[in-house]
C-alpha cells in the first residue's frame, strides 16, 4: 500500500503542471509559424499582419484606453444578457421539469420559438430597441436561454427514479428531496448547459455588435474594416479567442467545484 | 480488496467476540424478551397491476423479531409482497398490519442497488436514514455508530464512488440501520455481489439481525442464502404462498452442512417440479 502511494506522489504533482502546459503548445506553435511566414514575405501584410502588428496595434490601442472601454462595454453585455437569460431559462427549466402542469403549459410554445434562429431576429430588435444596449441584451438573453433551459430540463428528468423513491422512503419533504437529491442529480447537465450556453453568448454578441453598435469589441472590428486597419481587425477576432477561452475555463473551475463528487472530476 | 475485506472481517469478529463475550452473552439470553421487532400480520393480501394478478391471497403471520425468507421463481411477486409490506406499492385488496405504534423510522427497506446518492459523502448517505430525525443534534453521532457496525467507519468522508460494490452495499446497510428500525426489508440486497463478498455480507446481516432484533423479511433468488439465513422460508409461487417451511438448525450455522443442504435440496425439488410438469 505504502509502495503504491510513494509511487503515485509524484506523478500527481507532476501532471497537471505539464497539463497546463501542454495545450498551449499548438496555439504557440500556430503563432511562430504565423510571424514567420509574414516575416519572409510569404503572406503579404495586406492580407494577414504578422502578429508582431498585431500586439502593437494592441498596444497602442491599449494607451489610448479604446480596448479596454471596448472589452469592458462587450463584457458587460455578455455578462447580463447571460445572467437574465440564463435565470429565465433555469427557472423555465426547473419549472417544466418538476411540474407536468408547468411543462404542459410551457413546453411547445418554448420549442417553438427556439426553432426560429434567434440571429434571424435581427432586424426586428432593431426596430423595436434601435441600436441601443436593450437591443444586445435581449438578442444575448433569448440565445443563452435555450440551451440552459432544455440541459435543466433534461438534467430533472433523467434524475434516477431509484434515488427519488429512496428519498421518500427515508421521508424527505418535497424541498429536501429538491435540494438533496434532484437538484445535485441534475447538475452535471446544467453545466453542459452552461457551457454551451456561454458560446452562443459570445457569438450572438459578436454578431449584433457587428451589425449594430456603437461600442464594444463588434463595433471596433467593424470600424477598423472600414479604415483598413487590417492589424485591428485579427486582434478583434483573437480577443474573442481568448475571452471564450476564459469564460469556457470559468465554467470548468466551477464544474469541478461542485462536481467534485462525480467520478470523472476525482483526482486521484 | 476483496481478500482485504474477507480475511479481516472474520479477525474483527473473533476480536469483539473475545473482548464482550461476557455483554454479548447476555444480551442474547434476555433477547427474546426486549426484541425490538414488530410482528406482521398479512390477510387476504391481492395486488394487481391492471389486468395482471401479482398476489392472489396471501396470509401470512410473521412473529416479532422472526428472520423470515421469501424465495421463487422470477415474476412470482416476492418483490410486490416486500413493496407492499415496505409501503412503496398500494394495496389492491385485504391488509398488512404492523402495531399501532410503529413509525415511518421503523420500517426500512434495502434494495439489489445500494441507491447512494453519489454527491453525498458516506457519513452523510448514512446521516440521510435517519429521516425525520435527520436535523437532531445527534445525527453525526448514530450515522457514524451505524457506520461502525457495518465495519466501514474509515470510509466516512469518501464518495461513494470510490467504493467496492460491497462496500456500497454496506453503507446502505448502515443507512437502514441507523434510524434502529423495527421492520427491515432486503429486496435482494446481496444479488449483485461476488460469491465472497456476498458470505460475508450474509455473516453481517445475520450480525446485525442477532444484535438488534428487527423483524427481518428477505427476498431472495438464492436458496442455499434463505437457508442459511432465515428462521422459516416462504415459497411463493403463483401469488400464492405455495409452502412454509421452518428452519429450526441452531445457530451459527455452519455453512455447506448436511442439515442445510436437505433443506435446501428440499426447497429446489419444489420449486423446479412445477418446470418438469409443464
Not at chain 1, 448547459?193 to 467593424?222: H, K, P, Q
Not at chain 2, 431472495?220 to 403463483?238: F, K, M
Request: hydrophobic residues 50%; charged residues 20%; contains cysteine.
Amino acid at each position: 500500500m505504502s509502495l503504491i502511494d510513494s509511487a503515485s506522489l509524484p506523478r500527481s504533482f507532476r501532471l497537471p503542471r505539464v497539463d497546463g502546459l501542454i495545450q498551449w503548445i499548438v496555439p504557440l506553435l500556430i503563432i511562430a509559424v504565423w510571424q514567420l511566414a509574414c516575416a519572409t514575405g510569404f503572406v503579404p501584410t495586406r492580407v494577414l499582419p504578422a502578429p508582431s502588428d498585431v500586439v502593437l496595434a494592441g498596444w497602442k490601442l491599449l494607451l489610448s484606453g479604446e480596448l479596454v472601454r471596448n472589452i469592458w462595454v462587450s463584457f458587460w453585455r455578455a455578462s447580463i444578457g447571460f445572467l437574465i437569460g440564463g435565470s429565465i431559462g433555469f427557472v423555465f427549466g426547473l419549472a417544466n421539469g418538476l411540474s407536468q402542469l408547468s411543462s404542459r403549459l410551457t413546453d411547445t410554445t418554448l420549442q417553438m420559438v427556439r426553432n426560429v434562429p434567434h440571429l434571424a431576429l435581427i432586424p426586428l430588435v432593431i426596430l423595436w430597441f434601435g441600436i441601443d444596449e436593450s437591443a444586445k441584451l435581449f438578442l444575448v438573453a433569448l440565445g443563452v436561454f435555450f440551451p440552459i433551459y432544455l440541459n435543466t430540463l433534461h438534467g430533472i428528468r433523467s434524475v434516477d427514479p431509484q434515488l427519488i423513491e429512496m428519498g421518500r422512503i427515508y421521508g424527505m419533504t418535497d424541498g429536501e428531496l429538491f435540494r438533496r437529491v434532484i437538484f445535485p442529480g441534475a447538475l452535471p447537465s446544467i453545466f453542459v448547459g452552461i457551457r454551451f450556453a456561454l458560446g452562443i453568448m459570445w457569438l450572438t454578441l459578436i454578431v449584433a455588435e457587428t451589425i449594430a453598435a456603437s461600442s464594444g469589441l463588434g463595433y471596433m472590428a467593424m470600424q477598423a474594416r472600414e479604415f483598413m486597419l487590417i492589424d485591428v481587425v485579427v486582434l478583434s477576432i483573437l480577443i474573442y479567442a481568448l475571452l471564450g477561452k476564459l469564460a469556457d475555463s470559468a465554467s470548468r473551475v466551477l464544474e469541478r467545484l461542485t462536481l467534485s463528487w462525480h467520478p470523472a472530476f476525482q483526482k486521484r | 480488496m476483496q481478500t482485504a475485506v474477507r480475511t479481516m472481517l472474520p479477525q474483527a469478529e473473533l476480536a469483539s467476540r473475545a473482548h464482550f463475550a461476557p455483554q454479548a452473552r447476555i444480551v442474547r439470553e434476555i433477547q427474546p424478551a426486549i426484541s425490538r421487532g414488530l410482528p406482521l400480520n398479512i390477510r387476504g393480501l391481492r395486488k394487481s397491476f391492471g389486468d395482471n394478478e401479482v398476489l392472489r391471497g396471501i396470509d401470512l403471520h410473521i412473529p416479532a423479531g422472526q428472520f423470515v425468507a421469501i424465495v421463487g421463481k422470477s415474476g412470482c411477486g416476492k418483490s410486490t409482497l416486500l413493496r407492499l409490506i415496505a409501503g412503496l406499492e398500494q394495496i389492491t385488496a385485504g391488509n398488512i398490519s404492523l402495531s399501532e405504534e410503529a413509525r415511518p423510522e421503523d420500517v426500512r427497506v434495502m434494495f439489489q442497488e445500494p441507491r447512494l446518492l453519489p454527491w453525498a459523502r458516506v457519513l452523510e448517505n448514512v446521516e440521510v436514514g435517519l429521516g425525520r430525525e435527520r436535523a437532531s443534534a445527534d445525527a453525526h453521532g448514530r450515522a457514524e455508530k451505524a457506520l461502525g457496525e457495518v465495519g466501514l467507519a474509515d470510509k466516512r468522508n469518501q464518495w461513494p464512488s470510490v467504493l467496492s460494490g460491497g462496500q456500497k452495499q454496506r453503507v446502505a446497510l448502515a443507512r437502514a440501520l441507523v434510524s434502529s428500525p423495527r421492520v427491515l426489508a432486503f429486496d435482494e440486497p446481496l444479488g449483485a455481489l461476488d460469491a465472497l463478498t456476498r458470505i460475508s455480507m450474509q455473516r453481517l446481516l445475520e450480525r446485525v439481525w442477532r444484535d438488534q432484533g428487527f423483524t427481518a423479511i428477505l427476498v431472495t433468488h438464492d436458496v442455499s442464502e434463505a437457508v442459511a439465513l432465515a428462521d422459516r422460508v416462504l415459497v411463493i409461487e403463483d401469488g400464492r404462498i405455495a409452502q412454509d417451511v421452518t428452519i429450526s438448525v441452531p445457530r451459527p450455522r455452519e455453512r455447506g452442512s448436511v442439515e442445510l443442504a436437505s433443506l435446501e435440496g428440499s426447497i429446489l425439488r419444489h420449486l423446479l417440479s412445477g418446470d418438469e410438469r409443464s
